[in-house]
């Protein structure tokens, strides 16, 4: 632990540290929502270091974010730390890196850790050895589980996934649908995308509709929703003109123009980049 700490008063003293600031409230929910720290591109001020290496939770999981593509060993034992002090985003950090690997660092000691962190945080470059990339799905779904539990949005995404697809836990749909049903109602879009999917199709809309604001793909989702609707009232409304029947479907309104919804979803799921929308755009 000592060597840890030289390590950080080291980077303290010999890097140029940046402007930095610590977390607030927005920070704090922009990370539940959408995985993404202010930290992951902007380096923490020197006091912010100093108040990691004094042990603050706050700070280290700063620190550790920041740290994790630069020095995977020395993010994952700052994360760490601060997540036995129930910091809830270091939880979801440490989630993310074994979810998604980590380059492994072979140990050092004295000097030789403090040149390499030194020479790391002042570099743009990040090894890409293949060989070095490690990936624990059982660790990261145990730190996304815990992270989950203390009401972390965008660890309740991962976990639905990681059930669903019985990535380092065994498959459970129902409790995948859970974390995602849980996510959706505090406002995560993704989570509303994926629980929609595990509605009957005509319970979805609402999910649907609140993942399509901010996500392209559910967007898109939506606008197969209501081309699907407008078939559907063309083949009722040509049984009632045709046949002298009313219609039989309870989910079609003959007189609503479900046409135009899905050229508005389609436009959208374009705009927001994705492609088969925008191809579509185009026939």
């Known amino acids: 632990k000592s060597n840890f700490f030289l390590v950080i008063l080291a980077a303290i003293f010999l890097t140029s540290c940046g402007e930095g600031r610590e977390f607030d409230q927005e920070d704090k929910y922009r990370l539940q929502l959408t995985g993404e720290s202010w930290y992951e591109k902007n380096e923490p001020s020197k006091d912010v270091y100093e108040l990691a290496e004094a042990g603050d939770a706050s700070a280290q999981s700063a620190v550790g974010t920041y740290l994790k593509k630069r020095n995977p060993s020395i993010a994952i034992n700052m994360l760490q730390e601060s997540s036995e002090n129930g910091e809830i985003e270091s939880f979801y950090q440490l989630g993310v890196i074994f979810f998604k690997g980590y380059r492994f660092e072979p140990d050092c000691s004295g ?112 606008w197969l929703h209501f081309v699907t609707l407008q078939e559907l009232k063309e083949s009722e409304k040509f049984i009632s003109e045709t046949a002298g029947k009313k219609k039989r479907s309870a989910e079609i309104d003959l007189e609503f123009d479900y046409e135009t919804l899905a050229s508005y979803w389609l436009e959208k799921s374009a705009n927001m980049g994705y492609e088969l929308a925008s191809l579509l755009i185009q026939l």
């Open 111 to 222: 000097l030789s850790c403090i040149i390499r962190l030194i020479v790391v945080l002042n570099s743009d470059t990040t090894p890409s050895d293949p060989e070095n990339l490690r990936i624990s799905y059982k660790t990261a779904f145990k730190y996304f589980e815990e992270a989950s539990q203390l009401g972390h949005l965008q660890a309740q995404n991962y976990a639905g996934y990681m059930l669903y697809e019985g990535l380092g836990v065994e498959k459970n749909y129902s409790e995948a649908c859970r974390w995602w049903e849980t996510a959706s109602r505090e406002g995560h879009a993704t989570a509303a995308l994926n629980y929609a999917r595990c509605l009957p199709q005509t319970e979805r809309l609402p999910f649907l509709t609140q993942a399509a604001e901010n996500n392209a793909l559910a967007a898109y989702e939506l």
